[in-house]
């Protein structure tokens, strides 16, 4: 995989339509310190749909393909503590930021550059921002759960699209029991955790209880039709969706799961609405 560094001029893009301004309490900001994502040649990288997005298509050497080049903002850290304070305290009050919609925050080459941990010490140095939202499907980010638990602002976004470990486009029974272990440790350590199944993937019928034993505080089940941002037409497009083996357009798997946690008492948003129901701190 090629990385490469590049100076960037902005780290805070506002967010004005589309997913994360679709539910009750949206977000105000996304932030990604990198093009391209080393976790692009796993499973999830067969259907991404970040790799149809300008961040990616345009920073790509040509010929490139997802998940073959990283392209770092090596002064990300500068960046946002620059632009946090320009913000000022009522500016900050009304940020919901959610890192990240692009790429992933622990992706592999974060141990080595740790780009989101200089992050988190920039946001520790803001306590006014209402809403930070680290989603992540890496259990690298044990690593900075004291810093994230912090941060009083802070949730931890989870994926776990399924609990089968078989099929031959899903995670490894190995990472599903380390991402839910994860989860627990990083409750245990005082952070909010918001679990969510996206996209959900055919899973067992016990998917919900073992969800609902993981020590998560809220839910979000997503869908490739309702996550993808083109009605499914993205994902139509994926490596996925042309060796999926099954009707991976068919929502009600989802949607049975969905209303299995809401039965059980579960706190659970569906698609973008779910991502973006975390009510304000100063409702909390």
Not at 109 to 137: G, H, K, N, S
Request: aromatic letters at 10%; one cysteine or more; hydrophobic letters at 40%.
């Amino acid at each position: 995989m090629r990385l490469a560094t590049r100076r960037a001029t902005r780290i805070l893009t506002p967010q004005r339509g589309g997913f994360l301004r679709a539910g009750p309490w949206p977000f105000t900001h996304s932030l990604s310190w990198s093009a391209g994502c080393g976790l692009g040649k796993t499973y999830c990288g067969r259907y991404c749909y970040a790799q149809h997005l300008p961040n990616w298509t345009f920073s790509r050497e040509e010929g490139e393909d997802w998940g073959e080049a990283v392209i770092v903002k090596e002064n990300a850290a500068a960046l946002l503590d620059e632009e946090l304070a320009r913000a000022g305290s009522a500016g900050r009050r009304g940020m919901r930021l959610f890192m990240s919609t692009v790429s992933d925050p622990w992706q592999p080459v974060e141990r080595r550059l740790r780009l989101t941990r200089q992050c988190l010490a920039v946001f520790a140095r803001y306590p006014d921002i209402d809403l930070m939202l680290f989603q992540t499907r890496s259990p690298t980010v044990l690593d900075d759960a004291a810093a994230i638990a912090a941060l009083s602002g802070a949730w931890l976004g989870m994926t776990l699209e399924t609990d089968r470990g078989d099929l031959d486009y899903g995670p490894t029974a190995g990472a599903i029991r380390q991402r839910l272990t994860a989860v627990r440790d990083l409750t245990a350590a005082g952070v909010r955790v918001q679990l969510a199944v996206a996209p959900c993937l055919l899973h067992s019928a016990g998917f919900a209880d073992l969800l609902m034993t993981s020590g998560a505080q809220r839910f979000v089940v997503d869908t490739f039709n309702a996550g993808d941002g083109s009605q499914g037409a993205r994902t139509a497009g994926s490596h996925f969706a042309a060796r999926a083996g099954y009707e991976w357009r068919d929502e009600r798997p989802a949607r049975r799961l969905y209303e299995r946690l809401r039965l059980a008492g579960a706190e659970v948003g569906w698609s973008a609405e779910g991502f973006a129901s975390i009510p304000p701190r100063r409702l909390l």
